[in-house]
C-alpha cells in the first residue's frame, strides 16, 4: 500500500466516502499538514537502495536451496 489510510492520506471505498475525505481535507489545514508529513516520512520507505536489499532477500530466500 502506498497510503496508511487516516495517516498518510484516505481510501475512499465509493463516490460518498471520496467527497467526504475531500471536504474533512479542504476544511481542516492541520490534518492536512500532518498527512503531508506522514506521507513523506513513509516515502523515504521506497528507496532505490532499499528496495533493492528487499529484493535481493527475497531472491536468496528462494533461491537458498537451488546448488
Known sequence: EI???GKTGFLANNEKEFEEYLKELTKNRSLRVEMGK???KFANYFTWDKSCKQYEKVLKSIYKDLP
Do not use: A, L
Request: proline letters at 0%; a neutral charge; hydrophobic letters at 35%.
Open 3 to 5: 497510503v496508511i489510510h
Open 38 to 40: 506522514e506521507g513523506r
